[in-house]
């Protein structure tokens, strides 16, 4: 242990020693918090701790399986097993499996993903006659979750009057109604949705004190990584847990905080000192991922933020290179040059695919970034987006699985009662959820029951679904014997799924036979993964768990060695040598529905703030004069963030002829007018007619550029200066007009002139960028 303690610097070791009692880190990006964390819990388990008694809840499933490894290297494999670690919402789906008689929940309960909670609010809203325009589904799922964050249930909502009316002032007074059917059919499934995981936890842990007293004693040591992104519902079941033995250890980063729109709350962090009594509060400063340049950077534009603690991040690494500001015309190049860029310094300095990230906004941005890498053969993957296990095809035989495990599960049987064919319509599911409902049973069980039952469904209707009724019952005989992997194999089979896929015999058909398999092969990792486990049975349901929780990071398939596409959300608490920042422009970035007020631009600048401090060695922001979106090419903007960064750390790279209609960066980062002087000109749109004649700057002309003769020119793709001007020379600046070269300083790239211009200024100008000519 003293070897690994060693690996600490002293303000890490104080909060990694302080075994018990309340605590909390507040440190900003790459000082060491997740490194704390793992140190504290082999630290716990070397002074007698049993790894049973603790309990660390992190922000991704990966991310508590690399602590894991870390710590099994510390402390030993046997030993590390043992920990309860994962998220919040795997962690206590767990908990709620074991305990989900209470709450009156089968312990096979499903867990709806959100593309299920999807479908079912659709299937309410039609139900219920309501205008799809006006109730519309996302809409309305995201209101129901911040009710159930905020552990507003059915009951409470329609006991404040506030929240109704505020829902009829935004023109949807059947909110509550809504509400409370979705949680009625949720429960009558046997289905939590992921927002339910926090939700349920919360009520097992209030209406039941013994099971509270029983997890209290269980865990007594929590640890929370990221805790800034906490919410309401996350928060009290930290508070409940941790109140008996009190020994909880936060850490996080009030800057880092950027789920406020998904209910994180940064008081948690804010307040914790509150909660509790006698709280040691540690600090760390020194941060270790990213060089001079990068950590300078990221804190001079957090500086720009009003509500934040006060923090002081350095580091000694080396200075490193500026960050590089990049701009294109339009998204396609900007992808082009960060495909171009990847590959070069892959050749040049012996670099992986797996050194660079690319990071956006939105995930529809990557589409652009995509067909750039793919056209230089860069192996990459996209995290996030729509993640395997919702694919299509892969949901459609997941469902098959679902429903042997849990039968009551209706989305999983909308999805494949008919699917294969087996000529059941519409008509006839619309009348099984009738008939569902008036009998208020799940929909499996009034096809069992059908012939007993007042259904208006045909002879040879109800022989179909006899038949899917055979076929289901007769996989779950077989699930009582079978492991997951042998029944998924019967199942695709026998259902009818390998032939439906294979039968068109297209590329997409052998995409789906190709993912199904990936499926199947995964099942089988599984199996021989959990024998190792001891109280693993290697079920279908301990899989089905998984998957339901399984976080897009968590899939790490194919070709281990790929340049990483993420949104800056999923990117937190990552690092990656190299990190490309794309589409930095006014309206994608800050985000134009995040404008309104100060708090929501804070917000986004704490995001910028997280993307810039991924980077280790070298960040690019880039941006582009246009860009398509909505289906239109659009003019763009420089996003104020870059402005907003101290400008002795950028450098701009974009060449030359890009250059001359760029007075944001010639001014404020290479001129010397106060960047807050600049007003950003709106780039002239360019209006293209002909698609080919978009994709090079080179051909992208404006105001008579023959006129001007710029004495710098590019060199093999780094701009260095031609140094023929002198001391005495007259010039013409672009912009500034004529001047007289007073000084001539420096070598190389950072040649500067002084020179003065007719009205009387004197500016000093990097020549590799300043636009002059020779008089
Ligand atoms: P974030 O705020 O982004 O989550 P963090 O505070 O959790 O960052 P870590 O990820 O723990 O920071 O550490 C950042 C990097 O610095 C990691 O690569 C880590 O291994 C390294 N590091 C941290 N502390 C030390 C140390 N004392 N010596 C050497 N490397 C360190
Ligand atoms: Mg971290």
Redesign the pocket.
Known sequence: MEKYLS???DA?LAPTLQKDGPMIVI????????????FRIAYLMSQGVDPFNILALTFTNKAAREMKGRIAEIVGQSEAKNLWMGTFHSVFAKILRIEADRLGYPSNFTIYDTQDSDRLISSIIKEMGLDKDIYKYKQVRSRISSYKNSLITVKAYYNNPELMESDAAARRPKMGEIYKEYVERCFKAGAMDFDDLLLKTNELLTRFPDVLAKYQDRFRYILV??YQDTNHSQYLIVRALSDRFQNICV???DA?SIYAFRGANINNILNFQRDYDNVKVFR?E????STKNIVNAANSVIDKNQTKLDKVVWTANDEGPKIKVHRSMTDGDEGRFVASTIFEEKMQNQLHNKDFAVLYRTNAQSRAIEDALRKRDIPYRIYGGLSFYQRKEIKDVLSYLRLIINPADEEALKRIINFPARGIGQTTIDRLIVAASAYDKPIFDVLKDIDNLNVNINGGTRNKLKNFVTMIESFQVMNQNANAFELAEHVVKVSGLIKEFNKDGTPEGVAKMENIEELLNGMGDFVEGQKEIADSTASLAEFLEDVALATDLDADKGNPDHVALMTIHLA????FPHVFIVGMEEDLFPSAMSMNTRSELEEERRLFY?AL??A?QQAYLTYTVSRYRWGKLIDAEPSRFIEEIDEQYLDNITPIQEQRFNPMLDASIFGDIEPNKIRFAKPKSPKFKKKEERKTPENFQISSPKKMKPISKTNGGSNLFDSKLTVGNIVNHQRFGRGEVLKIEGAGGDLKAEIKFSNGAVKKLLLRFAKLEII
């Not at 020194?286 to 991922?289: A, T, V």
């Not at 937190?572 to 690092?575: D, R, T």
């Open positions: 690996q600490l610097n890490q440190a900003g990006a790459g000082s060491g918090k997740t490194r704390v964390l793992t990584d990221e850490v996080g980063d880092q760390l020194q941060n270790y991922r937190k608490g990552l690092e997280v401090t991924r280790e």
